[in-house]
């Protein structure tokens, strides 16, 4: 019995698919077939987000002092850049918000910089304010936090495509030797690709394009064939949207429950975890939000609570990853 032209071409379609879904599968499960696994030196489950905002003021000395004291393996914090140069940790360049003062970090130097208010609202935090303990704080910088915690890893966020800001902060990194134990990037890719081409061996994080495009892949079993340069896959729990004090419309709801229903992919992060890439979700403080993001599959969890964190890694050593010898997570 001859094939019609039609069924042929058909049967070749179903064929060249079932090939492509069954290979694909393949090597979601065993990536390393044909991408060698990423070498890191640090693992962290516990990173506290601005310092650990909710316990000190966010991006300060006294944070992150408290939070290293509690327990974090990793600070995440943001940087900017002066009018004369230096290199500032802050989450906003507009100085209203933390400062109570209309200007902008670029347009002062840093002797000008004002001091922070008494008390800050938690962004992922419900109404929850955090109030200033001892004197006024004031901004610090990159250079005072690389000097004050040589070996703890640091989650850096480059705010900002200025060419000046990317080049003082890879300039410090390479003073203060921290090549590996800082984890770089920012929302843009842009800067990301400058970072990564200025010093590739600070490992990077995704940026919102390539976690985009990661899930894309994911979804339509392209990301097993597609090497990745970056070792930092930080995205938002869907829970951490429920914190947030805003009120969303019907429609934005909807939304939201879509895209933790995308996000939520335990097999995402065990193909990323093979592959030798770290996953870490933000911004959680609550006991049910860290079982879930570890039950998950996430290494690390960024908290404005870091001793609440602490506590519950105590609990539950199982996730204390870091605590745990380094070469067995590197086999």
Not at 73 to 90: A, G, N
Not at 259 to 279: C, D, E, M, N, Q
Request: aromatic fraction near 10%.
């Amino acid at each position: 019995m001859t094939l019609s032209v039609g069924a042929t071409v058909g049967y070749a379609i179903l064929g060249t698919f079932g090939a492509y879904a069954v290979t694909s599968v393949l090597l979601l499960n065993c990536p390393t077939i044909v991408h060698k696994k990423k070498k890191r030196s640090f693992y962290c489950a516990h990173i506290s987000h601005r310092g650990g905002a909710a316990e000190r003021l966010e991006n300060t000395m006294d944070a992150y002092n408290h939070a290293v004291e509690v327990g974090s393996q990793m600070l995440e914090l943001d940087v900017h850049l002066t009018k004369d140069k230096v290199v500032v940790v802050s989450h906003d360049e507009d100085l209203e918000r933390c400062c109570g003062v209309e200007a902008k970090i670029p347009d002062l130097n840093f002797e000008e910089l004002p001091k922070l208010k008494e008390s800050l609202k938690i962004t992922f935090y419900g109404s929850h304010t955090c109030l200033n303990t001892g004197e006024k704080k004031s901004i610090p910088t990159l250079e005072e936090v690389f000097k004050t915690f040589p070996n703890t890893p640091i989650n850096l966020d480059v705010k900002g495509e200025q060419e000046d800001l990317i080049f003082e902060t890879v300039e410090l990194v390479q003073k203060y030797q921290r090549e590996k134990i800082t984890v770089w990037g920012n929302f843009r890719s842009s800067t990301v690709e400058r970072l990564h081409k200025l010093n590739p061996e600070v490992p990077i994080m995704f940026s919102i394009k390539k976690v985009i495009l990661a899930y894309v892949w994911f979804y339509t079993g392209l990301l097993p064939f597609i090497p990745l340069e970056e070792s930092f896959f930080e995205i938002p729990h869907p829970n951490s949207f429920k914190r947030v004090r805003f009120n969303f419309t019907a429609n934005q709801k909807r939304l939201l429950s879509m895209a933790s229903f995308l996000l939520r992919s335990r097999i995402l992060f065990k193909h990323l975890k093979a592959r030798g890439i770290a996953t870490y979700l933000w911004v959680l403080n609550e006991e049910e939000d860290f079982k879930d993001a570890f039950e998950l599959g996430a290494e690390g969890v960024m908290t404005d609570c870091p001793t609440k964190l602490s506590t519950w890694l105590n609990e539950n050593p199982q996730y204390w990853i870091g605590k745990r010898n380094v070469e067995e997570q590197l086999s």
